[in-house]
């Protein structure tokens, strides 16, 4: 027995100290609403850039369904220093009512010369000249706050969604950034929910060219995600698309993504998932940056609902070559489950200094501690290998932790940072909701195991006290769990022995 118990605790402590090193994270910010109350949804979208100047990446933060003076779920938008998490200010529609969810979507980039990015807010549900959730985009000054753009769609119409997603990157070559709108309920030509895109000068607002579907059919929802950047390297931005309804080969709502020249607005190439199935949602999600050294940028694509084995809804990503459209790699959960909805959620940008854009991945529904607790990963844009895992600081069930990602330098050391939204998490109200900004630094390495002292005879073994770990408390805690579940089953094993032996 004194042997066994010499083992259990040397097992212990090696599950302890491989536990917290592999979920090691350090928390730089944890963002709340200036605007406390139930059902915010704060955390739900994120943006991030430098709109102050001052050398830190700056986070804007989506509350879609924050009541605003009476209107219940008119949503606001707040961005906060990445310096300190102070609230630099706070976006309201110039527009006020009732379920417009302002702050829906968000985006950042610099339209108006001044040397500081601006955020585009996304108003889905905003009724307009009539038309019930037609919806309406706008851009805000990252100087002053103050309204630089109103964009709506050319097609007016009800329930179209205009809005709903939003990206921004410099697709005329005029050293503004331009802004695509997507309306993924939109009607096209008789055609049901087919979609559509818009990108507007940033300049001006005015009308660069419209983005239908090359494969035209119902309940597509083409827009329910756009992207911007860099891929086939003419110097200007080009643009992709998310249609996560799309029928695809018999399979319905497999979905597809597709990339436009910012050129002209041709299609460059289509991105089918590398794994046909009904309903995986491909294209739910979309992120764009360059992983590969070719100097073209790359192209992350979700499928929120794709099953993985046996695990219905799992989720995957995979990560296109910007070149030619061939799939570089899939990227899936650590911690396979059913109903993550892994993919939901992503983001690229160099977290690790190599030179290569990483991706942020979001399951906002896996569960951790709690049911729906949610999980982020980061995996490398060089070999798709994981680099951390990132968990909330508060963990709760029903969280949606990941539901959003974005990337930026918030502490100025050179790598990027990962912000993860919350939108369900309680704090003083229930889903009021949180955002966390985590360091993308190198997890630190793994605790040694301490050597383990001689037991007295009928005693147990102690261990020395373990050197402080920048794992948060929870990580730590479930460390402990899993290393007593471990001790535990041993010890059934070494009585159940004992029994087959006697």
């Known amino acids: 027995m004194k042997a066994l118990r010499l083992v259990l605790l040397a097992l212990v402590a090696v599950a302890v100290a491989v536990l917290a090193s592999a979920h090691a994270q350090t928390l730089l910010l944890a963002l709340d609403t200036p605007t406390p109350q139930e059902g915010a949804n704060f955390g739900h979208s994120l943006a991030v850039g430098d709109v102050n100047n001052d ?9 879609y369904q924050e009541d605003v003076g009476g209107n219940a779920d008119q949503g606001r938008a707040y961005v906060f220093s990445g310096a300190d998490g102070s609230l630099l200010f706070t976006l309201d529609t110039p527009n006020p ?22 955020i585009a807010v996304g108003a889905p549900m905003e009724d307009v000249g009539g038309n019930a959730d037609q919806g309406r985009a706008y851009v805000f000054s990252g100087g002053d706050a103050s309204l630089l753009l109103t964009l709506d769609t050319p097609g007016p119409q009800a329930l179209s969604w205009f809005g709903y997603s939003l990206a921004m990157g410099d697709v005329n070559s005029d050293s503004k950034a ?23 000068s940033g300049a001006d607002g005015s009308l660069l060219f419209t983005l239908d579907t090359p494969n035209p059919q119902a309940y ?22 998310g249609a996560y309804g799309e029928d695809v080969g018999g399979n319905g709502s497999q979905g597809r993504a597709y990339v436009f020249s910012g050129a002209d607005g041709s299609l460059l190439f289509t991105l089918d998932t590398p794994n046909p199935w009904w309903g995986s949602y491909f294209g739910r999600s979309l992120a764009l940056g360059q992983v590969n050294d070719d100097n073209k940028g790359d192209i992350a694509v979700g499928a929120v609902y794709e099953d993985v084995g046996d695990n219905i809804d799992q ?32 983001a690229v940008g160099d977290v690790d200094d190599d030179g290569k854009a990483d991706i942020a991945v979001g399951a906002p529904r896996e569960d951790v501690a709690h049911n729906d607790q949610g999980r982020a990963y980061v995996f490398s844009g060089a070999d798709a290998s994981l ?9 709760q069930a029903s969280v949606n932790f990941g539901r959003s990602v974005a990337v930026g330098d918030t502490d100025a050391d050179g790598k990027g940072d990962v912000a993860v939204g919350a939108p369900r998490e309680s704090a003083a109200y229930s889903a009021q909701g949180r955002a966390y900004v985590f360091s993308a630094s190198d997890p630190p390495p793994p605790t040694p195991t301490p050597p383990v002292s001689p037991a007295p005879v009928g005693g147990i073994a102690e261990l020395p006290d373990a050197p402080d770990s920048a794992a948060s408390d929870y990580i730590a805690l479930a460390a402990l769990a899993a290393a007593a579940l471990l001790a535990f089953t041993a010890s059934a094993w070494y009585v159940r022995r004992r029994r087959w032996l006697g």
């Open 315 to 346: 989720g995957q990503a995979y990560v296109f070559s910007g070149a030619d459209g061939s799939p570089l790699f899939t990227l899936e959960t650590p911690n396979p489950q059913a109903y993550a909805n892994f993919g939901h959620s992503l």
């Open 97 to 118: 009512q009732g379920d417009a969810y302002f702050g829906h979507s968000l985006a950042v980039g610099e339209v108006n010369g001044d040397g500081k990015p601006d």
């Open 220 to 241: 597509a929802w083409f827009g329910v995600s756009v992207a911007v950047g860099e891929v086939n390297a003419d110097g200007k931005a080009d643009i992709a698309v």
């Open 178 to 200: 331009d802004i695509a709108v997507g309306a993924h309920t939109e009607d096209v030509a008789g055609t049901t929910d087919q979609g559509r895109v818009y990108v507007f």
């Open 55 to 63: 050398g830190n990446a700056d986070i804007a933060v989506g509350s």
């Open 387 to 395: 680099l951390f895992t990132l968990d909330t600081p508060n963990p």
